[in-house]
C-alpha cells in the first residue's frame, strides 16, 4: 500500500525535477548543469518503487536524453532563439528531417528511447514530448517552454510509474 502511495507521488515530483533540470535559478554556486543533479535524483525516485538497476537505468536513460541539444528545436519553428546557435545534432536532425522542426524534434526526443529497456511505454515518449511542447505553445504561448517542462516532466514520472505497475 505504502508503495502505491509513493508511486503515484512520482509523477508530481518528476515534473518538478524535469523543470528543475530546465532552470539554473534552484542551484546557486554548484557547478555545471541541472542536469547532472537532477539525473541522480529521478534515479532515486525510482528506486522507492523499482528494483535498482531499472532505477538507474531510467536515471541514465534521462540523463542521456537530456544531455545532447535541443534548445533551437524547442521553438517548433515558432521563435527562433538569438541567444544561441543551432548545434550540430540539431542540424542533423533538420537535414534528416528535410527541414521539418517537428519530425527534427520528435526525432530528438527519440534520445530518451534507452528507457525503453525499462518499459516499452517509452516508445512513444518521442511523439508524446512532442505534444507536450505543442501544448505549451497553444496553451501557454507567453511561456510555452515552461509549460511543456512541467508536461515532460510528468511523461518521465508516468513512465516510472508505468513500470511499476507492470512489475
Same mark, same amino acid.
Given at each position: 500500500?505504502?508503495?502505491?502511495?509513493?508511486?503515484?507521488? $512520482?509523477? #508530481?515530483?518528476? =515534473?518538478?525535477?524535469?523543470?528543475?533540470?530546465? =532552470?539554473?535559478?534552484? *542551484?546557486? #554556486?554548484? #557547478?555545471?548543469?541541472?542536469?547532472?543533479?537532477?539525473? &541522480?535524483?529521478?534515479?532515486?525516485? %525510482?528506486?522507492?518503487?523499482?528494483?535498482? &538497476?531499472?532505477?538507474?537505468?531510467?536515471?541514465?536513460?534521462?540523463?542521456?536524453?537530456?544531455? @545532447?541539444?535541443?534548445?533551437?528545436?524547442?521553438?517548433?519553428?515558432?521563435?527562433?532563439?538569438?541567444?544561441? *546557435?543551432?548545434?550540430?545534432?540539431?542540424?542533423?536532425?533538420? *537535414?534528416?528531417?528535410?527541414?521539418?522542426?517537428? $519530425?527534427?524534434?520528435?526525432?530528438?526526443?527519440?534520445?530518451?528511447?534507452?528507457? %525503453?529497456?525499462? =518499459?516499452? @511505454?517509452?516508445?512513444?515518449?518521442?511523439?508524446?514530448?512532442?505534444?507536450?511542447?505543442?501544448?505549451?505553445?497553444?496553451?501557454? #504561448?507567453?511561456?510555452?517552454?515552461?509549460?511543456?517542462?512541467?508536461?515532460?516532466?510528468?511523461?518521465?514520472?508516468?513512465?516510472?510509474?508505468?513500470? @511499476?505497475? %507492470?512489475?
Amino acid at each position: 500500500m505504502l508503495s502505491t502511495l509513493i508511486a503515484f507521488a $512520482i509523477i #508530481p515530483a518528476c =515534473t518538478v525535477l524535469n523543470r528543475m533540470r530546465g =532552470t539554473t535559478e534552484w *542551484k546557486g #554556486p554548484l #557547478p555545471g548543469r541541472p542536469l547532472w543533479y537532477v539525473s &541522480p535524483m529521478i534515479a532515486g525516485l %525510482a528506486a522507492l518503487i523499482l528494483p535498482w &538497476p531499472q532505477a538507474v537505468g531510467f536515471g541514465l536513460a534521462y540523463l542521456f536524453w537530456g544531455s @545532447f541539444a535541443w534548445g533551437f528545436l524547442f521553438g517548433l519553428g515558432r521563435i527562433v532563439p538569438t541567444d544561441r *546557435k543551432i548545434s550540430g545534432l540539431e542540424a542533423t536532425l533538420l *537535414k534528416l528531417s528535410r527541414g521539418n522542426v517537428h $519530425i527534427a524534434f520528435c526525432l530528438r526526443m527519440g534520445f530518451a528511447l534507452p528507457a %525503453a529497456m525499462m =518499459t516499452p @511505454f517509452a516508445l512513444l515518449f518521442p511523439l508524446v514530448a512532442l505534444a507536450n511542447y505543442e501544448i505549451g505553445w497553444r496553451l501557454a #504561448p507567453q511561456a510555452p517552454i515552461r509549460l511543456a517542462e512541467w508536461l515532460t516532466g510528468a511523461l518521465w514520472g508516468s513512465l516510472i510509474l508505468l513500470s @511499476f505497475i %507492470a512489475n
